[in-house]
């Protein structure tokens, strides 16, 4: 089947596997002269996060973002806060744009994020519902994103860091009114609107082995037990090079695989103290090196995706006081020590 045949199929089926058959098709002269990091993986697909102001307007950007990655997620453009500022009024035109780009560039899209207890509508936060009015918003929001987007979304991050570090539940709005019910119903409206999307749990900091992995663990567990759709997790990956490296993120991938889970790396940046010096550029190498190496080691690692590709327009400085640098290319989109050490790991896994 032609390359332009298959995309047409996969975005008329909708299902994730034929999403995902669309993203890896490439021309014979791409297997042969890889031009960026995704020529060089059938699995993990290799993604990004994509400020959708940038998306067009620079050609640098755009260039690069096509060039290396078949994955993407939307970095602010699919939250609550930007498709419905204003209540009962839907804007979902800069995620459709970027939807649409990635059909044009052969991109899988990873939805984020659907239940969160950040970047809300101010109606929502400033006003006052009843826990069964909040509930109705909350079913709502799910079903009318999820259904804008449907048979186009290959996975969904429907929770967004649920846990606190000790594994109990963050005292969220969502917690408060609703109860810890909230998690599976998400889940199940989510499936209702679109059955083929992959549906998943995200969090940071779940990528140790300890009391926040192990609640994540459990909570999965428990959702598959009682029959609440749900695919795979997602490992944020915001590490920092003055932290140890998780040394146990491999083993703990495998155990979420093992048990029956989809594992992916949602949002990896490896900050760092500035200034920047070689010395902190190569450690940073290492730890996304190892990051991508405990994702190529275990099959069911579907994707690891970076969050923002380029130190000038990550998020880190606006976020971490006196910290950056935290992506594989620098602020004049030159490529960093860590972007060749994604290379070559890809590279040396690649037996095609
Ligand atoms: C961040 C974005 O990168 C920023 O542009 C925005 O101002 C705040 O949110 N965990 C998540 C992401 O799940 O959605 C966050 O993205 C980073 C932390």
């Not at 093992?258 to 190569?282: C, H, N, Q, S, Y």
Request: net charge negative; proline share 5%; with cysteine.
């Amino acid at each position: 089947m032609s390359r332009s045949n298959l995309s047409r199929r996969a975005w008329a089926c909708g299902s994730a596997l034929a999403l995902v058959l669309m993203a890896l098709a490439a021309g014979p002269a791409q297997a042969h002269h890889p031009r960026g990091l995704r020529d060089l993986t059938q699995r993990p697909l290799i993604g990004t996060a994509v400020n959708t102001d940038l998306l067009g307007s620079d050609a640098t950007y755009t260039a690069i973002l096509d060039r290396e990655f078949n994955s993407v997620t939307p970095e602010n453009a699919m939250k609550w806060e930007s498709v419905e500022a204003q209540r009962g009024v839907l804007d979902f035109s800069a995620a459709d744009r970027l939807v649409a780009h990635a059909r044009a560039h052969r991109q899988i899209v990873r939805g984020h994020t659907l239940v969160w207890h950040s970047q809300l509508p101010a109606w929502l936060t400033s006003g006052t519902f009843t826990n069964e009015e909040l509930e109705a918003i909350l079913h709502k929001h799910i079903t009318d994103e999820v259904s804008h987007f449907r048979g186009r979304i290959y996975a969904w991050d429907v929770v967004n860091e649920a846990f606190n570090e000790d594994g109990t539940l963050r005292d969220t709005i969502w917690l408060r009114q609703l109860g810890p019910g909230y998690i599976a119903k998400a889940f199940r409206w989510a499936h209702q609107a679109d059955p083929h999307a992959k549906l998943y749990y995200n969090d940071y900091n779940l990528e140790s082995i300890g009391p926040k992995s192990d609640a994540a663990l459990a909570l999965v567990q428990s959702l598959r037990r009682q029959g609440v759709p749900i695919d795979g997790v997602g490992f944020q990956g915001h590490l920092g090079i003055q932290y140890p490296y998780p040394d146990t993120l491999g083993e703990n991938l495998e155990r979420f695989a093992a048990a029956g889970f989809d594992v992916a790396i949602t949002e990896a940046d490896v900050r760092m103290p500035l200034p920047v010096t070689d010395e902190k550029l190569a450690t940073q190498a290492d730890y996304f090196t190892g990051m991508l190496e405990s994702c190529l080691a275990v099959r069911r690692c579907v994707s690891f995706t970076v969050w923002g590709f380029d130190d000038r327009h990550s998020w880190v400085p606006t976020v971490f006081a006196g910290e950056g640098a935290a992506t594989p290319f620098d602020e004049n989109y030159r490529p960093k020590p860590a972007y060749f050490a994604l290379r070559n790991a890809l590279a040396r896994h690649r037996h095609w």
